[in-house]
């Protein structure tokens, strides 16, 4: 008799929004992105295009729940007036999550490489021109990630997978691990 596994369904675990909305990236991250970092002392992650402070929230919930507790979230957008606007609503959050999360400006058009991160994760529902915007961000997400660090694309990669399959090992569900 064969049984097949069954693979848990995450989506009970975690109170889940944003980018780990579906099913099939947060299996990736739990099942290979997670242990990858648990190797790390202590871990930078950016967000890319972070849509507020309460997605950067929670995923600081997240990695503490994934047993990944030092960590500092760089939290970005484009829009200035968006990142003034959540950034005066950092008052409310608790002290850890203002120890760990900074929310700034970053624009992936025009700003250069800020860090070296472990992880990085983008919101893909910005719009940029394909043309000119989707190099130069591939390339600033190669600056700016760790070796065999990894990118997570989320809700739809899109056009971005071509230009990354040079540089990137592919996970499936937008996840791609820098190859060297």
Request: aromatic residues 16%; positive net charge; proline residues 6%.
């Amino acid at each position: 008799m064969n049984i097949a596994r069954k693979r848990p369904n995450y989506s009970t675990s975690f109170n889940r929004s944003g980018v780990f909305l579906l099913d099939e990236f947060y299996s990736v991250f739990r099942d290979e992105v997670s242990p990858y970092l648990r190797t790390y002392p202590s871990l930078k992650i950016w967000y890319a295009e972070c849509p507020s402070r309460e997605e950067a929230s929670r995923l600081a919930e997240l990695l503490g729940s994934e047993g990944l507790p030092r960590f500092e979230i760089y939290a970005t957008h484009h829009h200035r007036a968006h990142v003034v606007r959540e950034q005066g609503r950092m008052s409310q959050w608790r002290n850890w999550d203002r120890e760990k999360v900074f929310y700034f400006h970053h624009s992936l058009a025009m700003d250069g490489p800020f860090n070296v991160f472990q992880l990085i994760l983008f919101n893909t529902t910005v719009k940029f021109p394909a043309n000119k915007s989707h190099p130069r961000m591939v390339h600033l997400f190669l600056q700016s990630l760790h070796h065999f660090g990894f990118l997570g694309l989320t809700p739809r990669p899109g056009r971005l997978t071509k230009l990354l399959e040079k540089d990137f090992g592919i996970s499936g569900a937008g996840w791609f691990k820098k190859l060297w």
